[in-house]
C-alpha cells in the first residue's frame, strides 16, 4: 500500500489515506490469461466498453449529455466554493449525479481534493434515485487514520455521469455512495469528497454488506479505476492541463478549476508573474521535491537531507489540508522568533525546477500566516503545502510533461492582515519579581495575567507557574476548568535537581484520558513545595505537583509545559509510587488519597471571597486573558455589563444546566429542548471548560445551522438558556453571533448530547465564579476581538481529548468523583 498523511483534521485525528497499488498492473506483472481480464474489468468498470447508447446517462431527457473526450479538450472553467470544515478552509465544487432517467438530481458540495483519487457522496438517499443499470457490483472502503479513533466509509460504486458547472458533464463516471461513514465531509454543507490526484487510482471490492463500519475494509481488491475528471483529462487529445485558484477569501465563487486550455488562458495568467516553473513527482500526489525552507526574519535555512521527500515523508500540494504544514524544527523557530518582537518577515520554500532548470522560490508573508492560523507544526522532514498556498499563487499543472508552474499573484489580489499595534505582540521587558508574599489567610485579591495561544488545533489560555526554588524558570501550562491536575511536563531531572529531597513523596499521579482511543495521559511523582504564579503575583506555599516521568498527547510542545486545573470541588487522585516505566498503558488500581489543587486551596482560603473570574479578549497573545482571585473577581472592569447569574452544580466541574438552545433568529428560529445535563457522564455532561477551544454541542444543534445556511436564510444567533441560580429567576440566555463561530471554527458537534461551552464563550462573556455559593455570574463583554493576532504554531495531538478538552470522565462518573472529606487521606 502507497500511504500518505493528509492534516485533513486541523485538531486531529489525522487522516492517512490508503491505497493499493492497481490490482491490474499487479496481474500484468504476474502474466498469462490473469493478465488480460484484470484489465478488461478495469476497462469495463471504467465505462470504455460501454457504448454511449447503453448508458442511462444518454436518454433525451433536457439533461446536459455526457461529454466525449474531445469536447472534455474544450475551455473550461469549474466555480468552487470556500468555507471552512473541521477547524480549517477547504474548497467546494458542486456536483450533480445524473439519475436514471437522465435528470440532473440535487446539487452536491463535496471538498476538492487533490490528495485523494475518491468521488464519493455522503448522501444515502442518492442510492435510490440511481437506476439499476447504474449499480455496480463492486464497492469502496476506504479507512484513515489506522490506530486511532474509526475514520472512513464504505459504499457500493455506481456508474453514470456526473454534471459539473458551467455545462461540463463527465460520463462514464465512476462514483461511491457512502452507506455508513465515520468523520467524513458530511457536515457543515459538505456532502462528500472529489479527488483528482492525477496518477493514483480508487479501490474496487466485490461488494457485500459491512454494516456499521469497523475497523478495516476487506482484504483482496478486485480492480481499480481513475476519478472521472482525471479520466477525462488524460484521455482527452492535446496538453493534459489543469490550474487551481483561491481568493484566499470564503464564500461562493472564491475559487475555480480550469481545464485544458483554460488553465493557462486565464485572468490569472495574464495579471501573474511566473515564479517559476517546478518539477511534479511520479507518484501523483502533486508531490514536489523541496530544497530548502528560510525565514527571513532570523536569517535561518533547512535543506540536505533535513527536508528529505520521499513516500514516508511525503513533499505535496494538497488543496484538501487548511494549513501549510513544515517540520517542528522550522515552527520552534518561528516561535521564537515571535517570542523576540523582531520583525517576522516571510517563510520561503524552495522546489526543485524542471530538467534541471533554475529552482522555484515561493514566498509566505508570515504575519498573515500566523494571524489567520494557515501553518503548523507536521512531521520531522515531510512538507505539505496545502490550501493557505493558493492564496498567494495560481497553480497551473501539465501532467504530461510533470510540470507545475506557479504565478504569484498580485498583492491586491491576496488575502493578507492589516499589522496594527493591537495585533503585533507585546514582549515586556525582562524584570525581576518582586518578592513573594506568603498566603495570609485573609481577604485578598489577585489579578493574574494569562496568554492566549494556540495547541493541538485551536486557542487554550496559558498561566505561568514557577518554582520558588528556581523563580528564573517559570513554565506555561495551560489553564483547565476542566480538570483537578497540576503536572509539569518532562525535564524531570532539571526540576527535580532544583527542588530539595524533602520535597518528593512516595505518592504518584497518573491520569489517563480519551478511553477507548489512542493512549492520552502521563503518570509522574508527587512534590511538595513552593510555587510562584505569573511572575510573582501571587506564591502557592506548601502545594502539591506532580512532575511527569512519561507522557503521551499532553499539552508538553509548541510553549506549552503542563496542565493547571482549576475544578473547584474535583481532586487529583494519589496512588503509592510505582515506576510504570516509559510507556503508559494503565493506572494503579489503589487509591492512597486525593489532593487539592492548589490554586483552589488558596481559593478556599481567601475568607469571605471564594471567588473566581475568567477573562480572554478572544485575540492572541500575552496578556490576553485574566484569572481574578477573590474580592477581584465581582471588581474589576469587565463586570459592569452583567446579565445573570447562573446555577452552577454540586460537581465542581463548573457544571452548568442548559434549558434550551435556539439557532437562528426571528421566523426562521428553532429551539430544541431536552438536554440531560449529567455531569457524572461525559457524552451527557453540560460544562464550562477553558480547556476546550470550541463551542461543542449535540449534532442535532449543528445540523439546524447547517439547514438555514443551506436555505440561504440568515443565520442570526446561537442562544443557550441557562438555569438562573436564584429559584423562579427567568434562564440566562448567553447569545452568540453563528457565522462569528463558523468563521472561526468555535463551534463543532459533541459525541452525545451534552453541552461543553469552551474557550469561545470567554470571547463574549466574563465569568465571575462563586464557589462557595456555587454561582457563575455572566458580563457581556463587548471588546471582544473579531481579529486573530500572530499565535505560536501548533502540532496537532494525535488523537483528541474527550470532548477536545481534559475533562474527566472517570472521576465524572458516579462513585468516581473524589471530593474533600474529613475521612479522606490526604496524602501531600
Known amino acids: 500500500h502507497n500511504r500518505i498523511i493528509h492534516l485533513h483534521h486541523l485538531r486531529l485525528p489525522l487522516f492517512a489515506m490508503v491505497y493499493a497499488t492497481p490490482a491490474s498492473l499487479a496481474a500484468c506483472r504476474r502474466g498469462g490469461v490473469a493478465a488480460i481480464l484484470a484489465l478488461c474489468l478495469s476497462l469495463a468498470l471504467q465505462g470504455c466498453f460501454i457504448s454511449g447508447g447503453s448508458d442511462a446517462s444518454t436518454s433525451s431527457n433536457s439533461s446536459p449529455s455526457p461529454a466525449s473526450p474531445a469536447e472534455t479538450a474544450r475551455l473550461h472553467k469549474i466555480p468552487l466554493s470556500a468555507r471552512p470544515w473541521s477547524g480549517g478552509m477547504r474548497l467546494a465544487v458542486s456536483v450533480r449525479p445524473i439519475g436514471s432517467s437522465g435528470e440532473a438530481l440535487e446539487a452536491q458540495e463535496l471538498v476538492l481534493d487533490t490528495g485523494s483519487s475518491t468521488l464519493a457522496f455522503c448522501d444515502s438517499a442518492l442510492a435510490a434515485q440511481l437506476g439499476a443499470g447504474q449499480r455496480t457490483e463492486y464497492m469502496s472502503c476506504n479507512m484513515y487514520n489506522p490506530g486511532g479513533a474509526t475514520t472512513g466509509y464504505w459504499g457500493r460504486f455506481y456508474r453514470g455521469a456526473v454534471a459539473l458547472a458551467n455545462g461540463l458533464t463527465l460520463g462514464h463516471a465512476v462514483f461511491s455512495v457512502m452507506q455508513d461513514e465515520e468523520s467524513m465531509p458530511c457536515t457543515q454543507g459538505f456532502k462528500g469528497i472529489f479527488g483528482i490526484a492525477f496518477k493514483q487510482l480508487d479501490v474496487a471490492y466485490a461488494y457485500r454488506e459491512l454494516g456499521t463500519l469497523g475497523s478495516k475494509c476487506p482484504d483482496n481488491p478486485v480492480t481499480d479505476f481513475a476519478e472521472p475528471m482525471m479520466q477525462a483529462l488524460q484521455s482527452a487529445a492535446g496538453s493534459t492541463s489543469l490550474g487551481i485558484y483561491w481568493s484566499g477569501e470564503a464564500g461562493d465563487d472564491q475559487g475555480a478549476i480550469y481545464l485544458e486550455a483554460a488553465a493557462d488562458n486565464n485572468p490569472h495568467v495574464d495579471s501573474g508573474t511566473v515564479a517559476g516553473v517546478a518539477r511534479l513527482g511520479e507518484v501523483g500526489w502533486y508531490d514536489i521535491d523541496v530544497l530548502e525552507i528560510a525565514l527571513s526574519g532570523m536569517g535561518q535555512v533547512w535543506g540536505g537531507s533535513s527536508l528529505s521527500c520521499n513516500a514516508t515523508k511525503p513533499c505535496i500540494m494538497d488543496t484538501g489540508t487548511p494549513v501549510l504544514s513544515v517540520p517542528?524544527?522550522?515552527?520552534?523557530?518561528?516561535?521564537?522568533?515571535?517570542?523576540?518582537?523582531?520583525?517576522?518577515?516571510?517563510?520561503?520554500?524552495?522546489?526543485?525546477?524542471?530538467?534541471?532548470?533554475?529552482?522555484?522560490?515561493?514566498?509566505?508573508?508570515?504575519?498573515?500566516?500566523?494571524?489567520?492560523?494557515?501553518?503548523?507544526?507536521?512531521?520531522?522532514?515531510?512538507?505539505?503545502?496545502?490550501?493557505?498556498?493558493?492564496?498567494?499563487?495560481?497553480?497551473?499543472?501539465?501532467?504530461?510533461?510533470?510540470?507545475?508552474?506557479?504565478?504569484?499573484?498580485?498583492?491586491?489580489?491576496?488575502?493578507?492582515?492589516?499589522?496594527?499595534?493591537?495585533?503585533?505582540?507585546?514582549?515586556?521587558?525582562?524584570?525581576?519579581?518582586?518578592?513573594?508574599?506568603?498566603?495570609?489567610?485573609?481577604?485578598?485579591?489577585?489579578?493574574?495575567?494569562?496568554?492566549?495561544?494556540?495547541?493541538?488545533?485551536?486557542?487554550?489560555?496559558?498561566?505561568?507557574?514557577?518554582?520558588?526554588?528556581?523563580?528564573?524558570?517559570?513554565?506555561?501550562?495551560?489553564?483547565?476548568?476542566?480538570?483537578?491536575?497540576?503536572?509539569?511536563?518532562?525535564?524531570?531531572?532539571?526540576?527535580?535537581?532544583?527542588?530539595?529531597?524533602?520535597?518528593?513523596?512516595?505518592?504518584?499521579?497518573?491520569?489517563?484520558?480519551?478511553?477507548?482511543?489512542?493512549?492520552?495521559?502521563?503518570?509522574?511523582?508527587?512534590?511538595?513545595?513552593?510555587?510562584?504564579?505569573?511572575?510573582?503575583?501571587?506564591?502557592?506555599?506548601?502545594?502539591?505537583?506532580?512532575?511527569?516521568?512519561?507522557?503521551?498527547?499532553?499539552?508538553?510542545?509548541?510553549?506549552?509545559?503542563?496542565?493547571?486545573?482549576?475544578?473547584?470541588?474535583?481532586?487529583?487522585?494519589?496512588?503509592?509510587?510505582?515506576?510504570?516505566?516509559?510507556?503508559?498503558?494503565?493506572?494503579?488500581?489503589?487509591?492512597?488519597?486525593?489532593?487539592?489543587?492548589?490554586?483552589?486551596?488558596?481559593?478556599?482560603?481567601?475568607?469571605?471571597?471564594?471567588?473566581?473570574?475568567?477573562?480572554?479578549?478572544?485575540?492572541?497573545?500575552?496578556?490576553?486573558?485574566?484569572?481574578?482571585?477573590?474580592?477581584?473577581?465581582?471588581?474589576?472592569?469587565?463586570?459592569?455589563?452583567?446579565?445573570?447569574?447562573?446555577?452552577?452544580?454540586?460537581?465542581?466541574?463548573?457544571?452548568?444546566?442548559?434549558?434550551?438552545?435556539?439557532?437562528?433568529?426571528?421566523?426562521?428560529?428553532?429551539?430544541?429542548?431536552?438536554?440531560?445535563?449529567?455531569?457524572?457522564?461525559?457524552?451527557?455532561?453540560?460544562?464550562?471548560?477553558?480547556?476546550?477551544?470550541?463551542?461543542?454541542?449535540?449534532?442535532?444543534?449543528?445540523?439546524?445551522?447547517?439547514?438555514?445556511?443551506?436555505?440561504?436564510?440568515?443565520?442570526?444567533?446561537?442562544?443557550?438558556?441557562?438555569?438562573?441560580?436564584?429559584?423562579?429567576?427567568?434562564?440566562?440566555?448567553?447569545?452568540?453571533?453563528?457565522?462569528?463561530?463558523?468563521?472561526?471554527?468555535?463551534?463543532?458537534?459533541?459525541?452525545?448530547?451534552?453541552?461543553?461551552?469552551?474557550?469561545?464563550?470567554?470571547?463574549?462573556?466574563?465569568?465571575?465564579?462563586?464557589?462557595?455559593?456555587?454561582?457563575?455570574?455572566?458580563?457581556?463583554?463587548?471588546?471582544?476581538?473579531?481579529?486573530?493576532?500572530?499565535?505560536?504554531?501548533?502540532?496537532?495531538?494525535?488523537?483528541?481529548?474527550?470532548?477536545?478538552?481534559?475533562?474527566?470522565?472517570?472521576?465524572?462518573a458516579p462513585g468516581g468523583e473524589r471530593r474533600l472529606q474529613e475521612t479522606d487521606p490526604i496524602v501531600v
Not at 475568567?614 to 485574566?626: D, E, K, N, T
Not at 429551539?671 to 457522564?681: D, M, N
Not at 459525541?751 to 457581556?780: C, E, K, N
Open 328 to 812: 517542528r524544527r522550522v515552527t520552534e523557530s518561528i516561535n521564537e522568533l515571535l517570542a523576540s518582537g523582531a520583525p517576522l518577515g516571510s517563510l520561503s520554500v524552495t522546489l526543485a525546477g524542471v530538467g534541471g532548470g533554475p529552482p522555484v522560490t515561493l514566498q509566505f508573508d508570515l504575519q498573515t500566516l500566523l494571524e489567520k492560523q494557515w501553518i503548523q507544526a507536521g512531521s520531522d522532514t515531510g512538507i505539505i503545502l496545502g490550501l493557505p498556498m493558493w492564496n498567494w499563487y495560481y497553480t497551473l499543472f501539465d501532467y504530461r510533461a510533470g510540470t507545475a508552474t506557479f504565478f504569484e499573484k498580485p498583492a491586491s489580489q491576496q488575502s493578507s492582515t492589516t499589522p496594527s499595534p493591537t495585533l503585533a505582540p507585546q514582549v515586556a521587558p525582562r524584570q525581576d519579581p518582586p518578592a513573594p508574599q506568603p498566603n495570609s489567610g485573609a481577604a485578598a485579591s489577585y489579578e493574574l495575567p494569562l496568554t492566549a495561544k494556540t495547541w493541538g488545533g485551536g486557542m487554550r489560555l496559558a498561566i505561568s507557574v514557577g518554582l520558588s526554588a528556581d523563580p528564573q524558570g517559570a513554565r506555561e501550562l495551560l489553564l483547565d476548568t476542566g480538570s483537578s491536575t497540576l503536572a509539569f511536563c518532562g525535564e524531570e531531572g532539571r526540576l527535580v535537581a532544583s527542588l530539595p529531597p524533602s520535597a518528593a513523596t512516595e505518592y504518584m499521579s497518573c491520569n489517563m484520558y480519551n478511553p477507548g482511543g489512542a493512549t492520552t495521559g502521563y503518570w509522574g511523582r508527587f512534590y511538595k513545595s513552593g510555587l510562584i504564579v505569573a511572575g510573582g503575583d501571587l506564591q502557592l506555599n506548601a502545594s502539591a505537583f506532580s512532575i511527569m516521568a512519561a507522557e503521551t498527547g499532553m499539552p508538553c510542545i509548541d510553549g506549552f509545559q503542563g496542565i493547571f486545573g482549576v475544578a473547584f470541588r474535583q481532586l487529583d487522585t494519589a496512588f503509592p509510587y510505582t515506576d510504570l516505566g516509559p510507556s503508559l498503558t494503565k493506572c494503579p488500581q489503589d487509591v492512597a488519597g486525593d489532593v487539592v489543587p492548589p490554586l483552589m486551596k488558596e481559593v478556599r482560603s481567601l475568607a469571605g471571597a471564594e471567588q473566581l473570574g475568567i477573562f480572554w479578549s478572544g485575540a492572541v497573545g500575552p496578556s490576553q486573558g485574566r484569572l481574578y482571585l477573590g474580592a477581584a473577581a465581582t471588581s474589576n472592569e469587565h463586570t459592569a455589563s452583567a446579565i445573570g447569574t447562573a446555577k452552577l452544580g454540586e460537581l465542581g466541574f463548573y457544571d452548568i444546566t442548559v434549558l434550551e438552545v435556539t439557532v437562528g433568529s426571528g421566523a426562521a428560529a428553532r429551539t430544541i429542548q431536552g438536554f440531560s445535563c449529567s455531569p457524572r457522564s461525559s457524552g451527557s455532561a453540560c460544562i464550562m471548560d477553558t480547556g476546550t477551544p470550541v463551542l461543542s454541542v449535540p449534532k442535532e444543534v449543528l445540523t439546524a445551522i447547517e439547514e438555514l445556511e443551506q436555505d440561504g436564510s440568515p443565520t442570526g444567533a446561537l442562544t443557550f438558556s441557562l438555569e438562573a441560580a436564584e429559584l423562579g429567576a427567568p434562564p440566562v440566555s448567553l447569545i452568540f453571533d453563528i457565522a462569528t463561530l463558523r468563521q472561526k471554527g468555535w463551534i463543532a458537534a459533541g459525541t452525545g448530547t451534552g453541552v461543553i461551552l469552551g474557550l469561545p464563550m470567554w470571547a463574549s462573556y466574563y465569568t465571575a465564579i462563586d464557589v462557595a455559593a456555587h454561582t457563575v455570574t455572566f458580563s457581556s463583554t463587548s471588546a471582544a476581538a473579531t481579529t486573530v493576532s500572530p499565535a505560536p504554531i501548533v502540532e496537532p495531538e494525535p488523537e483528541p481529548f474527550p470532548n477536545w478538552g481534559f475533562f474527566d470522565a472517570a472521576k465524572a
